[in-house]
């Protein structure tokens, strides 16, 4: 008997949000503190433990400066614009990076993935 696709689902969901906050640089309890969550919760979502309530997911994505559609998305939980992330956009509109920052990571995915 397989696993229920449901728990599969939250368990990708809590993949996507401790990732984006890896990439964040942000500990558990920075990102707790941002999305106004408990460490605990935090934790539980991460491990596909818990359903958070959209809310949640809302405050989560705003902490990440990540849309919710884009992290639903990548989750699985969505179809639809959040299911497809343009990576190229997400670059250039990252607020965090300088310039110079953009153009050698937009060099670099367009190595590995050229236009279309």
Not at 12 to 32: M, N
Not at 59 to 72: C, F, K, R, T, Y
């Amino acid at each position: 008997m397989g696993e229920d696709p449901w728990k599969a689902q939250m368990g990708a969901l809590g993949a996507v949000i401790r990732a984006q906050r890896t990439v964040a640089e942000l500990s558990l309890r920075d990102l707790a503190a941002l999305a106004d969550v408990s460490n605990a919760y935090l934790s539980q979502i991460e491990r596909g433990l818990h359903e958070p309530s959209l809310k949640v997911l809302k405050s989560i994505a705003d902490a990440l400066q990540v849309p919710l559609e884009a992290m639903l998305g990548r989750a699985g939980l969505i179809d639809g614009p959040g299911a497809t992330v343009d990576t190229a956009a997400a670059i250039r509109d990252d607020p965090r990076l300088t310039e110079p920052q953009r153009m050698a990571l937009l060099s670099v995915y367009r190595s590995f993935v050229p236009r279309s």
